[in-house]
């Protein structure tokens, strides 16, 4: 901002960063739930919440390194729009909170006006200036594109959980996100067929694929990605990352010529689990008595009544190793890198935008503008080619009460961890200030 102004007597909080992890195990246990999970190695820690009572030494690690990477992102963007060095804005930042008058003192703002006096104050020439609203305000400052018919960007999206079937959203948005449970999902027939109508559409000269994202299902991952691989092949493909674009957002965006990810985007995450929710303790609380009848030696694999067996935990590696090994593929295929640098950056260790350049998982540091920008260099086309977006029609959706459309829809998530499937997922940060 050029300038920074506080209400007399106003303050600034507390900086700084701060995390908080959340571990059940001993919660779910003294429910009757056991979490029986399988992780291609420590790192890849998406399961810990429900597996451990405790942080491990190996998510520790990671989360001490991501840490420091946000927060030297935050003083130097602190350092360059205040025009103080980092060492001045480190000061600020522990000697908060700030009253109005320290915060002058300390530079942390420029001025402190009432919001009665903002338009003598943003004036010239004794003239007070006229006050719109950003709703209003902010059409009159974009460039508008071209809008006679011809070749444009096309734009797809990736949010939230990625799941089989077919993409929706939660029947009324939360202030807080529930991973899984009520999250907007992406399904993998809605983008595969989104992208497949880019595909036929001579117009649609380049793609750009918003990825916002911390994974989900192995098998829509790889589907998705297939699809947008075909994309490419014909067609420039950028992709550029929101605030997460791990483990399954990391999958899908291989397939892009160019990787655009905001510094401060968690991204990496390259790993796979499995793993199943066991129920039989909770079960017999609930003084629920079953019997089960099976023919076939793992008819009872994915039974929500028994832990994994031996055998069967052997299956499960074999199958997250089979699953890790093809997302190994794509990502040294994609990213021109040998599979041994790729494993030693993957086995589901996190990164940020910035850590991930470092380590050749993107290509540049930006945003949809710059993104954009270089699918329409790509594609040759003109700098204010039009950006379309790609959806599909909404499905028509039975009525329901409100509270049974949101249980449904819960329920619809939890499913995710029923029946031992394959899961690319990105450790979940339940505090994030």
């Not at 989360?63 to 927060?71: C, N």
């Not at 029947?171 to 992406?186: C, D, H």
């Not at 291989?254 to 066991?278: E, H």
């Not at 499905?395 to 409100?402: N, R």
């Amino acid at each position: 901002a050029d300038e920074i102004l506080l209400q007399k007597g106003g303050s600034i909080a507390p900086l700084g960063l701060r995390q908080r992890y959340l571990y059940l195990a001993d919660a779910l246990e003294r429910m009757g739930l056991k979490a029986d999970f399988v992780q291609i190695s420590s790192y890849k820690s998406a399961a810990d919440t429900l597996t451990r009572n405790r942080m491990s030494d190996e998510v520790r690690e990671m989360a001490s390194w991501l840490m420091d990477s946000v927060y030297g992102e935050f003083l130097h963007g602190v350092a360059e729009g205040r025009r103080l060095d980092e060492r001045a804005v480190k000061a600020i930042v522990d000697s908060s909170p700030h009253i109005d008058l320290r915060a002058l003192e300390v530079r942390a703002v420029d001025k402190l006006v009432s919001e009665e006096d903002l338009p003598a104050h943003l004036g010239s020439t004794g003239k007070p200036a006229r006050l719109s609203p950003w709703e209003d305000a902010h059409k009159r400052l974009l460039r508008r594109p071209i809008t006679r018919p011809g070749r444009y960007v096309a734009l797809l999206r990736i949010e939230g959980d990625i799941v089989d079937g077919r993409s929706s959203r939660p029947p009324w948005k939360l202030p807080f996100r529930i991973p899984l449970f009520l999250n907007e999902r992406s399904g993998d027939l809605t983008v595969v067929q989104e992208a497949r109508r880019v595909l036929r559409d001579k117009r649609a000269a380049a793609v750009v694929v918003y990825v916002d994202s911390g994974g989900g299902s192995a098998t829509a991952s790889e589907a998705m990605a297939a699809a947008l691989e075909k994309v490419a092949a014909v067609k420039p493909l950028v992709v550029v990352m929101g605030s997460v674009a791990g483990s399954g957002g990391y999958y899908v965006s291989t397939p892009a010529r160019w990787i655009v990810a905001q510094p401060s985007t968690i991204t990496g995450s390259i790993g796979v689990l499995n793993g199943k929710i066991v129920s039989a303790s909770l079960l017999d609380k609930l003084l629920f008595h079953w019997e089960l009848i099976s023919r076939g030696e793992h008819a009872a694999f994915e039974d929500t009544g028994k832990p994994f067996s031996e055998e069967e935990r052997k299956i499960v590696w074999e199958g997250i190793q089979r699953v890790y090994d093809v997302f190994l593929d794509r990502v040294t295929a994609n990213r021109k890198m040998s599979r041994e640098a790729v494993d030693a950056i993957g086995g589901g260790r996190v990164w940020t935008g910035r850590q991930a350049l470092e380590r050749g998982l993107v290509d540049e540091l930006g945003g949809v503008d710059r993104a954009l920008a270089k699918a329409r260099e790509l594609a040759r086309l003109h700098e204010r080619a039009p950006l379309r977006e790609v959806r599909l029609g909404k499905q028509p959706l039975a009525p329901k009460t409100e509270s049974a459309a949101v249980l449904q829809y819960a329920l619809e998530g939890l499913d995710m961890f029923h029946g031992a499937k394959a899961l690319c997922l990105c450790p979940l940060i339940w505090q994030n200030i």
